[in-house]
């Protein structure tokens, strides 16, 4: 009880904030570890190598697409992903990418978890891209 009194008020505070963040850090290094174990990510040099014989979509939303997106890549916004795994072949590898790439991560671990095995992402993601591009 005297402990209880004495955490009261900014001591208590300070270590529901402590475990909040705890948390965080844990959930995103389990992300990290999951998204090592679900993709490849590569340089952009290596996703301009291989995409032609890939899938590539862009998992953002349909009008950040719109906006700009890399020449060739298709559209599956992350929001819809668990109703398009018909849409994807699983005979080709699927490259991945939106503005950075914890997104992509997270697609990457859904995939994974369908059976999908060559998946890869972005690394730099789409901010940094220097190929070509177009927009509607």
């Known amino acids: 009880m005297k402990l209880f009194l004495a955490l009261s ?5 300070n270590i529901i904030l402590g475990l909040v ?3 965080i850090a844990i959930h995103e290094l389990y992300i990290f570890i999951q998204g ?3 993709a490849t990510q590569l340089t952009e040099e290596e996703f301009k190598e291989g995409m032609r014989k890939a899938q590539v979509v862009d998992i953002r939303e349909r009008e950040d697409f719109n906006a700009g997106h890399i020449l060739g890549a298709r559209n599956i916004a992350f929001s819809t992903l668990a109703n398009s795994y018909g849409s994807f072949r699983k005979d080709q ?5 939106e503005r950075k790439k914890s997104l992509a991560v997270r697609a990457a671990i859904k995939l994974k978890k369908q059976g999908f095995k060559d998946i890869y992402i972005l690394k ?3 901010q940094e891209w ?3 591009t177009k927009s509607k």
């Open 124 to 126: 730099t993601g789409y």
């Open 93 to 97: 590898p699927i490259y991945l990418y």
């Open 130 to 132: 220097s190929g070509k």
């Open 36 to 38: 090592r174990r679900s």
């Open 9 to 13: 008020g900014f001591g208590m505070l």
């Open 21 to 23: 963040v705890l948390a």
